[in-house]
C-alpha cells in the first residue's frame, strides 16, 4: 500500500466509491497506511449502527444464494443514483473529529451549485456521524461508508428535505469475507459495484440499489505474486465505455518495496467478466485518469514520482488505454519530464493526474529539495499545471501550490476536488479541479473526502 492515512495533512482526493486495512503493518518506506481505529457504524441519534440487522434493506440476504441478479431492484430500496433531494445541486462532505476516543467523521449534504456554497459550512452540525476517519464517497444520491470493525458497506442517502439519512448496509461475512478496506471498493453504476476480496482472489459484485449481492464472483487470482501483498485499487478506478478499469499494486511481505510496474484489470460492467488484465513495466504508476475521448490513462503517485525524480533509469511517464482497447497501448508511453521540460519546468518529482473533464489532465510538479534542506516528503510543494493531452503541451497553473505528497482525485470524473487540510486542521483548502482555472474554497475543519452528490 501506498498511502497517507486519512487524517493526514496531504494534499488528498477519491473516487465514485468508498473507495479500509488490517493488512499486515507497513515500514516507513511505504508510508502509513488509513488509519483503522473507527467503525463505519452510523450514528445520528440512534441511527443503526452496520452490525444492526435493522440497517439492511428489506429482503437483504447479505449473500444469500437467492440474492437478485444485477439490475434488479426490491421495493423500499433507494436507487444509488436517484434523485431524492430538492432541486438543485448539492455537495457531499466528510469532516473528521478528532475525539478522546479517536476520530470522529461527519457526513453532510451541502445545497449548492458553485464551490462557494462551502464557504464556512460546519458538517458536525449538519451531519450523521461514524466513529473513524475512513473516507466515505458518493454515487448519485449516495454516500457509501465501508466499516473496519466488521465486513460490512453502509448506505447512507439524501432526502427528501436534502439531509442524509441512515439508508441499508450489505454483510460480506457469509461470503467468507473478514475485512473490508475502503480502497477496494468500486460503484460503477446504480446497480453495480465490487469488492475486491485479494485474500481469496476474487471480485464479488454487488448492487448498491438494493444493497445485495448479486451472486457474480471475477476471478483475479492470476495477478497473485509469491512473496508479494496484492493490493487492488479500485478506490482509483474508472469507467469508460462500459468498462472498469482497476489498477492493481503489490508490496513485499519482507521489506515494503512496491513493485515498480502498472497493472489494471479490464470488466465488462455489464456481464462481470474480467475482459483482460495486463501488467506493464515501462511506467510504473496506478493513478487512472478519464478523458472526453475514453482514452485512459495511467500515471504514477507521488512514491513512484519520487523515486523516478531521484535518478533512476525509468521516467516519470503515462501510459494509456485507448478509447474501445482493454489494455495498455504499446506504442504509447508519454514522458512527462519531457513534457514538462519542453514547457519550460526545471523537473523534478512528477506525479498525476486528475482529468478537467475538457481534454486536460492535471498534473503535479515538485522541485528535488537539496542535501541539506530537511526537506521531508510533507513538506514538499507540488505545482499544479495542466497538460493539454491532444495537444501535447503543458502549461503552469498560477497560484496553485499545494504543500504534502499524496496527489488523488476524489469522486474520479470531473468534477474531481484536491483538498488540502491546514496544519491545524482548523480549516480545508478545496479546489474543483473542473476546466483550466481551479476553483478554491476554505472550508473549517478537517475535510478528508468532497463530490458532487448530484
Known sequence: MRYQPASSLAATLCLVLACGSDEPSETSDQRAQPTEEGSAGAANGGAPSLSDPSASAP??????????????????????????????????????VDSDAGPVSYLAAV????LDALAGVDATAL?????????????GTSVFVASIDEPAIARFDLGADGLLVAGPSLSFGELGVLDIFYWRIIVASDTKAYLFDSENGRAIAWNPTTMQVTGAEIDISESVKPGFTLDPLAYFGRVSGGTLFVPASWYSDEDGASLGTAAV?????????????????????????TLPTGDVHVLPDNLFAEELGLGTEQSACSL???????????????????????????????????????????????????????????????????????????????????????FESWNGSPPSFLLQPAADLASTRALGMTGSSPAEVSIPGNIVSLARLR
Open 320 to 406: 494509456r488505454i485507448a478509447a474501445g482497447s482493454t489494455g495498455f497501448d504499446p506504442d504509447y508511453a508519454q514522458d512527462l519530464g519531457a513534457l514538462l521540460s519542453a514547457s519550460g519546468a526545471a523537473v523534478g518529482f512528477v506525479q498525476g493526474g486528475i482529468s478537467d473533464g475538457s481534454g486536460g489532465l492535471y498534473l503535479g510538479l515538485a522541485q528535488v529539495p537539496g542535501a541539506d534542506a530537511g526537506v521531508s516528503d510533507d513538506d514538499l510543494v507540488y505545482d499544479l499545471w495542466r497538460w493539454d493531452v491532444a495537444g501535447a503541451t503543458a502549461s503552469a497553473v498560477a497560484d496553485s501550490s499545494i504543500t504534502g505528497p499524496l
Open 111 to 114: 445545497p449548492g451549485e458553485g
Open 127 to 139: 451531519g450523521v456521524s461514524f466513529t473513524g476517519d475512513n473516507p466515505a464517497a458518493a454515487f
Open 265 to 289: 484489470y479490464a470488466i465488462d460492467v455489464a456481464t462481470d467478466e474480467l475482459l483482460e488484465y495486463g501488467e506493464d513495466a515501462r511506467c510504473p504508476g496506478y493513478m487512472l485518469a
Open 59 to 96: 429482503g437483504a440476504t447479505d449473500g444469500a444464494d437467492d440474492a437478485p441478479a444485477s439490475g434488479s431492484s426490491s421495493d423500499g430500496a433507494s436507487p444509488a443514483g436517484a434523485d431524492a433531494g430538492s432541486p438543485g445541486g448539492a455537495f457531499f462532505v466528510q469532516q473528521v
